[in-house]
């Protein structure tokens, strides 16, 4: 179970930094997919018209995918210091944006990769860090006489969801486990056979 855990954010935050003029203004979000994560640059180029560099990093796909973009900054000076700040806190599933207004004055290579570190740092620092876990979706099908028996196993799932259920003749049960049990329960019922249980989805986040 401990294993299925990760840390995210389920609503925006804001940061913001100055340095010799320029403003860094940044924004955390939750984020799952590239798609999403362009709307939101989008956003943000519509909502500061006269900004000049929207720089980014994001963590995806359970970690597996992170991007970063410096946006015309000089290559390592603002992607990378997004990035390296969702990574120092364990942040998944995460997209963050950092403005910036010039103001007239370069910070060189050092004070720009501090400027975007600080920025992000805050919008980190004021968003509500939440856990999830990382879950898998089954469908457990039995005959209405097996219903005692099915709902007590899935009751005594740990955190298990349940997300559907139909009671007729024939019923079925679609339940949340967390990932790292899925290999067992789908042999809750091998004594059974009349009761089924199958995978209907890949992994996926589950409150």
Known sequence: ????????????????FRDRGSKFSSALF???????????????RKEHPSARHFCFAAILNEGKLMKSNDDGEP???????IL????SVGLIDIGLVVVRYFGGTKLGKPGLINAYKESAREAIENAKIIQ???????????NYDDTGEVMKTVERIAHHKIQNQTFEESCTVTVSVPRSTLPDVLHLFDHSNSINISPISEPNPDL
């Open 1 to 16: 179970m401990v294993d299925d855990l990760y840390q995210t954010v389920n609503s925006k935050s804001f940061g913001d």
């Open 30 to 44: 939750p984020c799952q997919s590239l798609e999403e994560l362009d709307e939101r640059i989008k956003i943000l």
């Open 75 to 81: 290559s390592g000076t603002a992607g990378l210091p």
């Open 84 to 87: 390296n700040q969702l990574q």
């Open 132 to 142: 999830k876990v990382r879950s898998s979706v089954v469908s457990i099908r039995f």
